[in-house]
């Protein structure tokens, strides 16, 4: 049974970092394409960032390039997301998904590639 758990999220000032981790369990995580998802309040989730299962190649949204980066630790079974240059706009609940079954070279972000899940974790970014 795969179980993603999200941790690193806070309160945080406009232009501050944070660095979210998702520590997963179940196995044959150095084989998943790893995802973050976002949510504000009142909208849709959408998609932030995704790293490939060898972390050789990422793919991020255009509202977040140049200030996040993702990464993976696979002997941890870890994946991270680094948050810089933050803006009030950034404020959401962020989830950390899995594609177990999606070949990257097809993946466009969409979260029905995704099969699993973490709780997230709240990001408040003050302005």
């Known amino acids: 049974q795969v179980r993603l758990v999200e941790s690193g999220g806070g309160l945080v000032q406009a232009g501050g970092s944070l660095q979210l981790s998702c520590a997963a369990s179940?196995?044959?995580?150095?084989?998943?394409?790893m995802g973050w998802f976002r949510r504000a309040s009142g909208k849709d989730r959408v998609f932030v960032a995704a790293?490939?299962?060898?972390?050789?190649?990422?793919n991020f949204a255009d509202s977040v390039k140049g200030r996040f980066t993702i990464s993976r630790d696979n002997a941890k079974n870890t994946v991270y997301l680094q948050m810089n240059s933050l803006k009030p706009e950034d404020t959401a609940v962020y989830y950390c998904?899995?594609?177990?079954?999606?070949?990257?070279?097809?993946?466009?972000?969409?979260?029905?590639?995704?099969?699993?899940w973490g709780q997230g974790t709240q990001v408040t970014v003050s302005s």
């Open positions: 998904a899995a594609a177990r079954f999606a070949a990257w070279e097809y993946m466009t972000g969409s979260p029905s590639e995704f099969d699993s």
């Open positions: 179940g196995g044959g995580f150095n084989t998943w394409n």
């Open positions: 790293i490939k299962w060898s972390g050789g190649s990422t």
